[in-house]
């Protein structure tokens, strides 16, 4: 099986970001890309090569499902994991990230120190399982 190590995080608030990148990073020991917007993501996704898309629903400008849709028409990432990060997290809601093609959705606020295991989880079960 191969192993999870990069994944790029689009979250637009910095507070988040600094939280999520020391779970990943210190705690999770992945290699991250992080982008404060959609439109930053699909700048820096291609480069990157990440294995896994972290992907906040609540943006400014592009929001996560139109970020995911965007992800979806390049070249080769059609079949790129993500994984919706929200506070929406109703059944109704969260079926409607699924049928979008999300691989699985994470509550926010999350727990810094399981979101890595989370994340690994979700990978063995849904992409390299």
């Known amino acids: ?9 689009v979250e637009d608030e910095p507070d988040i970001q600094a939280v999520a990148r020391l779970a990943l990073e210190m705690v999770g020991g992945f290699t991250l890309e992080v982008c404060s917007s959609g439109r930053e ?20 400008g592009m929001d996560g499902p139109a970020t995911l849709a965007a992800l979806r028409q390049l070249p080769g990432l059609a079949d790129l994991p993500v994984i919706f990060m929200t506070a929406k997290v109703q059944a109704s809601e969260v079926a409607h990230y699924t049928e979008l093609g999300a691989a699985d959705v994470i509550p926010k606020p999350f727990d810094p120190m399981t979101l890595s295991d989370t994340l690994r989880a979700v990978w063995k079960r849904n992409c390299h399982g």
């Open 1 to 9: 099986m191969v192993e999870l190590k990069r994944i790029l995080y």
């Open 41 to 60: 993501a699909l700048d820096k996704v291609v480069a990157f090569a990440p294995q896994l898309v972290l992907l906040d629903v609540m943006m400014p």
